[in-house]
């Protein structure tokens, strides 16, 4: 392929580097907005072709795709004019940037905070505390210390999946029994979990599977990532099977609402259920809602530079304490090392305008699992699957706002991200329930 480059700086290199190693990579093309500096670049790579007119450049037959490593503020603009044009893009990340999404997320999750206080308040008095800490929040409000032995727990998450239908079941079958799987801890192993995509082979999973609770919704959230990354790459050239970050939480956290829906329905533990709400809760408030949180502090901080005004410790961790009293009102403890958390988000510092698309990915998760699973209209059913699966497969082919749109999710209107505040009321209902029952 004939590639041509929009951006002259270290990155592109790294590029150039990469794809010289690859057969019939061809970089045929450089612009920049001064002739001197795209004659410099293209003198290096011994390019003949220099535009300073990106129009002719997309227009051009000199080029098959471009890769874009210019300012996030162009590339929107950028992609569109060489999509247009019949080019390839490879564009650095992000893709967009689009402050009117991030500005409804931020505006719509604070105009829902009611279930977040009203959990609050009820941990608060569960937990017969006088007063309520943020640190109160890792106490469970049971205690529970079930083990779920590894084979039972594949066999709950395969049957959690089944409303996905029996290819997406058989899928996850085969990649749980076909040594996928690094399963359990080890000395020496890296922490955590996580799901590699091996474009031409499979994906490959660590867990450091422990028997908990946590542990099971783990697997179900990584076989998710897992069953996302497959899909895309059966149905993608390469160019196109990396999905973005935009929509790379939907998949596993669609898998951890099926999962608690099969638990909450094979178990009549109240102590179990009251587990498991706390799981699917503590998602929401750390996924959704305190993501949402930090977003809106990092679009703050940004719009102080904007107009020019001072940026000092002391406003920054101002603007923390706003938000504080904003989502969890003022039932939460004033704490003054927390309000310096600001300092210690790499997020903030290394991919700026990273932390919202946390909340993103779970609010659209939310409107399709009630498109789903929740619809009692067979065929509306039927296609909302259909549409949730060709979502999978899509890759990166298009941009996550569209690939979103064609699955069903608008994250446009202020309904997508209002469904998470409705779930997350319907699951305090049924975490008093539960309590109630502890109680009698």
């Not at 779920?148 to 899928?171: F, Q, R």
């Not at 996580?194 to 474009?199: D, W």
Request: glycine residues 4%; hydrophobic residues 35%; proline residues 2%.
């Amino acid at each position: 392929m004939r590639f041509g480059i929009i951006g002259t700086n270290w990155i592109t290199d790294k590029l150039l580097d990469a794809g010289s190693q690859i057969e019939n990579f061809e970089l045929t093309a450089v612009y920049s907005r001064t002739e001197e500096k795209a004659r410099e670049f293209a003198d290096k790579y011994n390019v003949k072709n220099i535009f300073t007119d990106l129009k002719k450049m997309a227009e051009s037959n000199l080029i098959d795709g471009v890769y874009i490593a210019s300012p996030n503020s162009f590339h929107c603009e950028q992609s569109i004019l060489f999509l247009k044009n019949r080019k390839a893009v490879l564009c650095e990340k992000p893709s967009v940037s689009n402050s009117s999404e991030l500005e409804k997320v931020i505006n719509t999750a604070k105009e829902n905070t009611a279930p977040l206080k009203r959990y609050i308040k009820l941990r608060k008095e569960i937990l017969g505390l006088s007063e309520y800490h943020n640190y109160d929040g890792s106490i469970n409000l049971v205690e529970f210390d079930k083990d779920y032995e590894y084979d039972d727990a594949k066999e709950i998450v395969l049957k959690s999946v089944a409303p996905l239908g029996e290819e997406y079941t058989e899928k996850m079958k085969k990649a749980i029994s076909e040594g996928w799987l690094d399963v359990f801890e080890a000395k020496g192993k890296r922490s955590g979990a996580y799901s590699a995509g091996v474009y031409g082979v499979h994906p490959y999973m660590l867990l450091n599977y422990n028997k908990t609770l946590d542990s099971v919704f783990t697997l179900a959230h990584e076989l998710g990532h897992t069953l996302h990354t497959l899909y895309s790459d059966e149905n993608q050239p390469f160019s196109t099977s990396d999905y973005t970050i935009f929509v790379a939480e939907v998949a596993s956290t669609f898998n951890e609402k099926l999962l608690l829906d099969y638990m909450l329905e094979n178990t009549e533990d109240p102590v179990e259920k009251i587990a498991l709400l706390e799981q699917e809760i503590g998602n929401i408030v750390g996924t959704f809602y305190f993501q949402a949180l930090l977003a809106d502090y990092e679009y703050q901080a940004h719009e102080l530079v904007e107009k020019g005004e001072p940026v000092t410790a002391e406003v920054l961790t101002g603007i923390i304490e706003k938000l504080f009293d904003e989502y969890y009102g003022k039932n939460v403890e004033k704490e003054e090392l927390l309000y310096v958390l600001w300092a210690r988000i790499p997020h903030f510092f290394n991919s700026p305008f990273y932390v919202y698309q946390y909340a993103t990915c779970f609010a659209s998760s939310a409107i399709l699992y009630d498109k789903i699973i929740k619809e009692k209209d067979e065929k509306k059913r039927n296609a909302a699957l259909k549409k949730y699966i060709g979502l999978l497969s899509s890759g990166g082919s298009d941009f996550p706002m569209n690939q979103l749109k064609k699955a069903g999710v608008d994250l446009s209107k202020k309904t997508a991200i209002e469904e998470v505040a409705k779930q997350f009321d319907i699951l305090l209902d049924k975490l008093e329930i539960e309590i109630k029952k502890l109680k009698k």
